[in-house]
């Protein structure tokens, strides 16, 4: 079986998804058994420059189009993504990571194409029940369609992976013990609550909270409309080599997301051996099941989640053994493998 891979413009600096979507194709490479793959990106020099760093074959697009060489001469096309239209005929499966602008205003819009792909995709593969529940509550989507593929980590990061030192934290503005932040600002990321919880937290444990994402205008507006900023160090974006090892020098992870397809933060951390200490979301609770501290959408609980974990040595070694066994049993190997089962699957449909 040929299975054409076809993907638009990723960032050469991956972050978050584009990083997973990275680490599960070089899993696909090296565990794709008897199919057959092909890696093509469709867009424009962006494209192109991520073709030549995937060692992909690029086929030039305008926005939004993907020529037929995209899909011609294989059994199967796999959109790794939402960003292309599906090809006319043929069976294909499409990768849907999650629904958010379906539910938040600051998300974006889906592509117009979506809705086709959710009716003509013979398997729609999600890194989650959650998402998969998405997929048939606002896309009508029938469970036989749909393929729960859970992610590996986006970074690779383990106990014995570096942390950052002290006078490498000190370059960044960051004094320990800190509570580490990672992500963007939109609406579902609910950063206004962690901000709240703050104050208490530097108040009773001192230190730092460092925050990893992109320089957004949200971020901004909410770090101008709080209280204070005592502890608090933005760090916008990171280098990927740096990123490990800032979270293995972490005390705590905190995530406060309300919704996501599925939490790639809180599996890192995990797998470092990083407690984590999360707001209660259906994602977040499938990912880490009882290996993070779930609290309350509430700055209060947040804040009393976060202090528990800097001051109580004994909860924080529970969080990390049962973080790290939780963290082993998400691999990228096994997500390959059952892409590939769902390739066989769709085929067979």
């Known amino acids: 079986m040929k299975v054409a891979i076809v993907s638009g413009s990723r960032g050469l600096q991956p972050m978050g998804l584009e990083s997973a979507e990275r680490n599960l194709l070089g899993a696909l490479r090296a565990n794709s058994g008897e199919v057959t793959l092909d890696l093509r990106v469709a867009g424009g020099r962006s494209a192109c420059r991520y073709a030549r760093s995937m060692r992909a074959r690029w086929h030039p697009a305008r926005p939004g189009r993907m020529p037929r060489r995209a899909w011609r001469s294989a ?37 117009e194409w979506v809705p086709d792909i959710a009716a003509r995709a013979a398997r729609l593969l999600t890194p989650s029940r959650f998402t998969a529940g998405e997929l048939e509550q606002l896309l009508d989507v029938g469970q036989e369609r749909i393929s729960v593929v859970p992610n590996g980590p986006g970074h690779e990061v383990s106990p014995a992976t570096e942390p950052l ?4 934290l000190g370059a960044l503005g960051v004094s320990t013990p800190f509570v580490l932040r990672v992500g963007g600002y939109t609406q579902r990321k609910n950063f206004p609550v962690l901000l709240g919880a703050w104050p208490e937290v530097h108040r009773r444990t001192g230190g730092s909270l460092a925050l990893a994402g992109p320089p957004q205008a ?4 909410a770090l101008a409309a709080a209280g204070t900023l005592d502890g608090v160090v933005a760090l916008d974006y990171l280098p990927a080599a740096v990123v490990p090892r800032l979270l293995r020098a972490a005390s705590a992870l905190v995530s406060t ?28 609770e499938e990912v880490c099941g009882e290996a993070a501290l779930l609290v309350d959408d509430e700055p209060g609980a ?12 004994a909860l924080r070694e529970r969080l990390r053994s049962t973080g790290l066994r939780r963290s082993a049993s998400f691999s990228w190997r096994e997500a390959a493998e059952a892409v590939v089962g769902a390739y066989r699957e769709a085929v067979g449909a």
């Open 218 to 221: 949200s971020r901004d507006a």
């Open 165 to 168: 030192s002290e006078d490498d």
């Open 257 to 284: 997301s309300t919704y996501e397809g599925f939490g790639l933060p809180p599996l890192e951390a995990m797998g470092a051996g990083v407690p984590v200490v999360a707001v209660r979301s259906a994602a977040v």
């Open 302 to 313: 947040l804040a009393e989640g976060v202090i528990r974990v800097l001051e109580d040595e």
């Open 75 to 111: 059994d199967l096309v796999h959109l790794i993504g939402l960003d292309l239209p599906p090809p006319p005929r043929g069976p294909f499966v499409a990768t849907v990571h999650d629904l958010a602008a379906l539910r938040f205003p600051d998300e974006g819009r889906l592509p």
